[in-house]
């Protein structure tokens, strides 16, 4: 499922979408509170949640706003180019490693952009750290 946000800085307003943006289904706008109404289709399921006076309802300036993924222990390990047993080990138990946003029974999670801003300054200073392969011309 796709999800994505639109926000209309003007009008102060936030929409948050669930599946295709360009295909609206919208059967039924349900009015949450003074500034809330949610978009449901013709089975009643979610689309969108439309917030009006954002800034207020949100506490905060809508330009902070971010989506981000969730990721488990297999997810984490592919992004950092490892199996899961040697990203427990090599990765997920390092201080340096970022921590995970919850531990479940299942597992750890943590935030995409949290391990993909990890393992790019982690591929950073290992590129640095490689000796130089200058070749000097033989006479």
Known sequence: MKIHLQVDHENDQLYLGFGEP??????ETVKVSDDIF?????????LGVDIGRA???LDGDLRDIQIDTLVGVAEA????GATKGNFIRDYANKP?????VVELASGRIWLRSQIEAYTATLRRVQASRRPSR???PVS
């Open 55 to 57: 800034s207020t309802v």
């Open 22 to 27: 360009d295909k609206p289904l919208v059967a």
């Open 134 to 136: 200058r070749h000097t």
């Open 38 to 46: 949610v978009d449901l289709d013709g089975e009643r399921r979610l």
């Open 96 to 100: 340096a490693f970022p921590n995970p």
């Open 77 to 80: 390990a592919r992004l950092v």
